[in-house]
């Protein structure tokens, strides 16, 4: 059998049986769908990993992942090396503009005493979108007057060294720069290393939690009036994605709103949806 090249040499490529054996194990854990283009990623990302923790070859890795005493805490892991936090703050002006201009006004035009906001936003990476989010609507309920709605936005992610950093909230120079310069004024503090923190007003207003979308059962969260769920549905075939849309409108207030990305598709029409007919961007409502 070949071998990987540069410094993976030591290791030889996956055949296709092995190939589907850790898509299959990806699959069935995360909902991750790997096609046969991404195995040179799947490839390298394993090598990387087993040559860090002394693995010989995939088969002794993969039962070293089975393993109940250290197999759990290397799932996480290697999870952490297999998905994409890509990610940056207001990453998506058309849905953040469709959250001020629509969304809001008409969540509260329909309970203008409204005493809380339930926000989620699910597939968070590192924090950003959960930020950003906290930003716009803080604004919109000063700028509103809306003294007495208290806002919680959860963000949830499988990564849990994603969820490390995001609790921190701390971002170097670089990651603000699309952050609009009245806000970075008002919502960081400097931290003296060209590191900037989210302040504590805000923090205070965010909660991150580890969670797996393919199981959403043991997600407690419920009656949401906004869900944000962008740039992650992608990474799931078909049938996974329109589960995954099931669960989150069963999560979602009747008269809540689901945002997704873009250029992401529902595929088939959820009967309790109605979009959003607002330019570049994919949001539904769910009826009433
Ligand atoms: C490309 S990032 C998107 C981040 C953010 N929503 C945005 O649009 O900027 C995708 C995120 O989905 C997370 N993810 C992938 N599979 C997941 C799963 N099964 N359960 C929960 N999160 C998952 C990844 O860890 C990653 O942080």
């Known amino acids: 059998m070949a071998a990987l090249n540069g410094s993976l040499s030591c290791f030889e490529k996956m055949d296709d049986v092995l190939f589907d054996t850790w ?34 070859d995939f088969a002794s890795y993969y039962q070293h992942l089975q393993s109940e005493k250290n197999g759990g805490h290397e799932w996480l892991t290697l999870v952490d090396r297999l998905t994409v936090h890509e990610t940056r703050f207001f990453r998506h002006q058309p849905s953040l503009d469709l959250l001020e201009s629509v969304i809001l006004p ?13 926000v989620w936003s699910a597939g968070c990476s590192t924090g950003e979108e959960v930020y950003t989010l906290c930003i716009v609507i803080n604004q919109f309920l000063k700028d509103l007057s809306y003294n007495d709605c208290y806002l919680a ?9 994603a969820l490390v950093i995001a609790r921190k909230a701390i971002y170097e120079q670089n990651k603000i720069r699309h952050v609009p310069e009245q806000y970075r004024k008002d919502y960081f503090i400097e931290q003296g290393d060209m590191r900037f923190q989210v302040i504590d007003a805000l923090r205070k207003r965010v909660c991150f939690v580890p969670f797996n979308i393919v199981d959403m059962k043991k997600t407690l969260l419920e009656s949401m009036d906004i ?6 549905l992608i990474y799931f075939n078909r049938d996974r994605r329109k589960k995954i849309i099931h669960h989150l409108v069963e999560r979602l207030k009747p008269g809540g709103f689901l945002v997704l990305g873009a250029g992401e598709s529902l ?15 994919l949001a539904f409502l769910r009826k009433k």
């Open 267 to 281: 595929n088939t029409p959820h009967p309790e949806l109605e979009k959003l007919d607002f330019p570049n961007s």
């Open 153 to 161: 936005v959860t963000g949830m992610d499988i990564s849990m060294p």
């Open 23 to 56: 898509t299959s194990l990806l699959e069935e854990r995360t909902g991750m769908h790997l096609p046969k283009e991404r195995r040179s990623f799947l490839e390298t990302s394993l090598a990387l990993r087993m040559k860090e923790i002394g693995s010989q």
């Open 227 to 232: 869900i944000f769920c962008q740039n992650v």
């Open 106 to 118: 008409k969540l509260f035009d329909s309970r203008p005493n409204r005493k809380q906001l339930q």
